[in-house]
């Protein structure tokens, strides 16, 4: 239901960019970096293909891939040695956003909104989207505490984004405070 995965966006809406990875730190000595996926597309990210490095208005264009261990290790043009690899580390690549199919959504345009029952009661606000195994949850945080609502078509009764609202079904259960 939510869509694909990213909680960073660039803040200028006209040419919107969406985090696709995250830096984790510099491998090797020729600067090549090892990086977090946080696409559901990771086929974005291939030789030549070019990605912005959170804030900067220039591109950076992947010069080779390397996969097959544990993370992917990325050869970014212009990154030459292992110390200019390590001042990237905590930095995210961004690639343009995406047309989604209906009714999916990117998680920062949800994070965000009102959350209500289908009867007006109020729940919060929509604090945060996470994946907990395979499964998307929202985090909503209101006057009665916090409540995680599941992803899915049965929890979700509604997602407006013209009214910034997201109405949930009534949950039975206590509520995690």
């Known amino acids: 239901m939510a869509g694909t995965s990213s909680s960073r966006s660039s803040p200028t ?28 597309w990771p086929e974005r990210i291939e030789p030549g293909a070019e990605l912005w490095l959170d804030g900067s208005s220039a591109p950076t264009r992947i010069g080779r891939i390397e996969s097959g261990g544990r993370l992917t290790v990325l050869h970014l043009e212009g990154v ?5 690899a390590e001042r990237l ?12 199919p209906v009714e999916t959504y990117y998680w920062d345009d949800l994070v965000g909104l009102r959350v209500e029952e289908p009867d007006g009661t109020a729940v919060g606000e929509l604090v945060e989207v996470f994946r ?29 984004l013209q009214e910034n609202l997201m109405v949930i079904a009534p949950d039975d259960a206590e509520e995690v405070r």
């Open 13 to 40: 809406p006209s040419d919107r960019r969406l985090a696709v990875a995250r830096i984790i730190g510099a491998k090797g000595l020729a600067g090549a970096v090892r990086v977090e996926l946080l696409t559901d």
């Open 80 to 84: 030459t040695g292992r110390e200019a």
């Open 89 to 100: 580390t905590g930095r995210y690549l961004e690639a343009p956003a995406k047309p989604l």
């Open 132 to 160: 907990a195994g395979a499964a998307e949850v929202y985090r909503v945080v209101g006057e009665a505490g916090e409540r995680l609502v599941p992803a899915l078509r049965s929890a979700v009764v509604r997602i407006d």
